[in-house]
Structure formats: C-alpha cells, structure tokens
C-alpha cells in the first residue's frame, strides 16, 4: 500500500524520451530490470568497495554491495508505506558511476581531471545511464525515468548542477541549486547505503584482519550488540563458534539502526504531514536516524575511517591503485587509439571542436571510470610491456 506521500509509477515525471507504458510491469520496475540488465551493472562485481578484489573472494564488491543496500532500502520502504521498486532501482543503480579500485581511483581521476571539469562519482554513475550506456535504438543511455535519476544523483557541485539545469531546465540538477530535497526514496537509499557500508566493513575489517573484537569494543553501537548477544548465547565466547559472535552482533545492530529509522522518519512524517511526494521535496530531509542513534553511526564511522580506511595497510595498496590510474590517464591522452574503438571514435570526433580538449578528456574518464579493477590492471600491464606508459602528460591536448 503506497502513503500519499510516495512516489507512484504512475504519475512519474517520464523519461527524457517518450515511449509506451510498458505490459505488466510499472515504471519503476522497468528502470530497475534496464539497470539489472545493463553492461555496467555487471561491472560492479569486479569493482572494489573498502579491498581490493584479489585479496579475497569474500570481501563486498561494488555489487554485493548495491545488493545490501537494495535489501534493507526495500525493507524499509515497506514498513514506511513508500515505493519499494522505486528504492530497488536507485539503489541498484547508485554506484554504476565508481571508478575501479573505490574511492582511491576516484581521487585520482579526480586529480587528472581536474583542469577539464574535474570527476564525482555520482555524476558519473548519471553519465551511465543518461549517455554512455549503448543498448537502445532510439537514443543513448537506459531512459530512466525522472524519479532514478533524481535518486541516482545523490551530490552534485553547484557548476555541475548549472550544467545539467542547462540541458535540462527544472531536471535533476535544480534542487542543488534551490537546496531543496529529492523524494522520501531517495533519502531512503542514502541512508540505506550508510547502514549497509558501515555494518559491512566491520564484517570485512574482522575478515581482513586490520580491525579486531576488541578494538569494537570502543565503538558504542557495536559494543551493545556484542555483549547483548553473549548475554544471551555465552557459547559465543568460545573460538568453536568462530565468527557467529561478529554475525549476531552486526545483525542486531543492523536491525536497530532499521527499526530506529522507520520509528525516527515515521514521527517525522507525522509531524510534516506531506501529503505528496512533490510536497515532500519542499520539506527538509524526512529520512532520519533518532537523536541517539544518529551519534552512534558517527562515531562508528570516525572509527571505521580512522582505523580501517587510513589503515597503513588499505592506504598502501590505494597508493598503487591511485598511481596504476594516473598512468592510464596519461598513457591514453599520448596514445588515444590504445583505447577501444568506441572510446577512440568518440575521441577523435571531438577534435576541432571549441571545447575538444574538455571533451577529449571527459572521454578517456569515461573510459577509464568504466574499467573493473582487473581490467585495469592489465590495461595497465599491457601497456607497461609495450612501453607506452608516459611520465608526464603528453601535448594531445594543446595542440590547436
Ligand atoms: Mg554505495
């Protein structure tokens, strides 16, 4: 049952190309199945999330990842009367933008791309299917309706925002530049997506071994868990049960942070009294943890950043990762034609164009943003055996 302030399919804003309602499924359940079914979905299960893929077959990837997050967006929706296929579908889609080897290869192509517009993840994860995605006769991208593609655009800097409100009068940039909010769905999924990631490095921190039991115990909610659990099964204590302590416990934080958010956003909406989804986006953010609740999270994740993510071991290994980029960026702006030959039409197509140079090298981010970590290793070791990694950057695109 959707509440009034859901978004319903059927009153969706359309997609930027019209086409007909599609049999038996609603449009939100087409943008999902376009997301489910496209090349870059698929590319999320060789994208690293906090470790790199090759250090273990069961670390999360970029797409058990967006499966977590799908799970408890949706589990969420239900309880909150909002739309589950809509939240499914952002979910899904909220990471196609990543760059391989997580947010060390989003800095560094941020870095290289920065005299040409710089590089954001979530704007490129719109890139994907608003353009770079080749599946449909009729036009580029999957043709997602507004509402994905509002949920999808988590962030945006204000230039970016003035560019897309540009092509795109009152579209998905305009509320970065009103500071207004997206639909109930949207903030849904970012907040899914905190929970998901916050309950998951711990369990990949543990595994790796970079974080142990007992360093938790600072970490207030996780803490509770844990002693909540052995209170109740004593035998956890024992190394018999191996990692089930771990599991209990991040399974009882995760159903607290579920059950504190849909108590927390209910009373809020009770209080808002929205009674449509547009209303909604003219509120402040309805999507909330409690007062108690939303501390705890912080301070679980200052631990998470402090201890896992500036791990000396993690930044080691994102220094390689960071570097093995750069030199792919540099290497294609010297010799474009090593890219594939889509990438090297688009890149050609551009020269002599007044702003070719930004475009030029928007395509080889594109290219790059679109590899898996694997890919780009050995794009990187190939071109290292053919001797076509370059030091500095290349004249390419100086040149009048
Ligand atoms: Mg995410």
Same mark, same amino acid.
């Given at each position: 049952?959707?509440?009034?302030?859901?978004?319903?399919?059927?009153?969706?804003?359309?997609?930027?190309?019209?086409?007909?309602? $599609?049999?038996?499924?609603?449009?939100? !359940?087409?943008?999902?199945?376009?997301?489910?079914?496209?090349?870059?979905?698929?590319?999320?299960?060789?994208?690293? !999330?906090?470790?790199?893929?090759?250090?273990?077959?069961?670390?999360?990837?970029?797409?058990?990842?967006?499966? *977590?997050?799908?799970?408890? +967006?949706?589990?969420?929706?239900?309880?909150?009367?909002?739309?589950?296929?809509?939240?499914?579908? @952002?979910?899904?889609?909220?990471?196609? +933008?990543?760059?391989?080897?997580?947010?060390?290869?989003q800095d560094a192509l941020n870095e290289c791309m920065a005299p040409f517009g710089g590089f954001e993840h979530n704007l490129q994860s719109l890139r994907v299917v608003d353009q770079l995605e080749e599946r449909y006769p009729q036009f580029d991208g999957l043709n997602l309706t507004f509402e994905t593609r509002e949920g999808v655009l988590k962030h945006c800097?204000? @230039?970016?925002?003035?560019?897309?409100?540009?092509?795109?009068?009152?579209?998905?940039?305009?509320?970065?530049?009103?500071?207004?909010?997206?639909?109930?769905?949207?903030?849904?999924?970012?907040?899914?997506?905190?929970?998901?990631?916050?309950?998951?490095?711990?369990?990949?921190?543990?595994?790796? +071994?970079? @974080?142990?039991?007992?360093?938790?115990? !600072?970490?207030?909610?996780?803490?509770?868990?844990?002693?909540? /659990?052995?209170?109740?099964?004593?035998?956890?204590?024992?190394?018999?049960?191996?990692?089930?302590?771990?599991?209990?416990?991040?399974?009882?934080?995760?159903?607290?942070?579920?059950?504190?958010?849909?108590?927390?956003?209910?009373?809020?909406?009770?209080?808002?009294?929205?009674?449509?989804?547009?209303?909604?986006?003219?509120?402040?953010?309805?999507?909330?943890?409690?007062? *108690?609740?939303?501390?705890?999270?912080?301070?679980?994740?200052?631990?998470?950043?402090?201890?896992?993510?500036?791990?000396?071991?993690?930044?080691?290994?994102?220094?390689?990762?960071?570097?093995?980029?750069?030199?792919?960026?540099?290497?294609?702006?010297?010799?474009?034609?090593?890219? !594939?030959?889509?990438?090297?039409?688009?890149?050609?197509?551009?020269?002599?164009?007044?702003?070719?140079?930004?475009?030029?090298?928007?395509?080889? $981010?594109?290219? @790059?943003?679109?590899?898996?970590?694997?890919?780009?290793?050995?794009?990187?070791?190939?071109?290292?055996? /053919?001797?076509?990694?370059?030091?500095?950057?290349?004249?390419?695109?100086?040149?009048?």
């Amino acid at each position: 049952m959707l509440a009034a302030y859901a978004c319903d399919p059927a009153h969706s804003r359309g997609r930027r190309f019209a086409q007909a309602p $599609a049999l038996g499924r609603t449009e939100y !359940q087409r943008d999902r199945d376009r997301i489910v079914h496209c090349s870059a979905f698929r590319r999320l299960v060789y994208k690293t !999330q906090v470790f790199l893929n090759h250090e273990g077959d069961l670390f999360r990837t970029r797409l058990t990842h967006s499966l *977590e997050v799908a799970q408890l +967006g949706r589990s969420m929706a239900r309880s909150l009367g909002l739309n589950e296929d809509l939240v499914e579908a @952002i979910a899904l889609a909220h990471d196609l +933008g990543h760059t391989p080897f997580g947010h060390a290869g989003q800095d560094a192509l941020n870095e290289c791309m920065a005299p040409f517009g710089g590089f954001e993840h979530n704007l490129q994860s719109l890139r994907v299917v608003d353009q770079l995605e080749e599946r449909y006769p009729q036009f580029d991208g999957l043709n997602l309706t507004f509402e994905t593609r509002e949920g999808v655009l988590k962030h945006c800097s204000r @230039i970016h925002a003035e560019e897309i409100e540009a092509g795109e009068p009152d579209g998905v940039g305009h509320r970065f530049l009103r500071g207004t909010q997206p639909s109930l769905e949207a903030q849904l999924c970012n907040l899914a997506d905190e929970i998901a990631y916050n309950a998951h490095d711990i369990d990949d921190g543990v595994r790796s +071994g970079l @974080i142990t039991l007992d360093q938790l115990q !600072q970490v207030a909610l996780f803490d509770d868990f844990r002693r909540q /659990s052995l209170a109740e099964f004593a035998h956890l204590q024992d190394q018999a049960a191996g990692r089930r302590l771990l599991y209990e416990s991040i399974r009882r934080m995760l159903g607290a942070q579920v059950h504190d958010v849909i108590a927390a956003t209910s009373r809020a909406l009770r209080q808002a009294a929205p009674h449509s989804a547009d209303e909604v986006r003219q509120m402040p953010a309805l999507v909330q943890f409690g007062e *108690e609740m939303g501390t705890k999270s912080l301070v679980l994740k200052h631990f998470l950043l402090h201890q896992l993510y500036r791990h000396p071991r993690v930044l080691q290994t994102t220094g390689q990762a960071r570097e093995m980029l750069r030199a792919l960026f540099n290497a294609y702006r010297a010799h474009p034609q090593e890219m !594939q030959p889509r990438f090297v039409a688009r890149f050609y197509a551009l020269q002599g164009v007044s702003d070719g140079a930004e475009g030029a090298a928007r395509v080889i $981010a594109d290219y @790059i943003a679109g590899m898996t970590d694997r890919f780009a290793t050995r794009e990187h070791e190939r071109l290292m055996k /053919s001797d076509l990694l370059v030091e500095s950057s290349s004249s390419v695109f100086g040149a009048p």
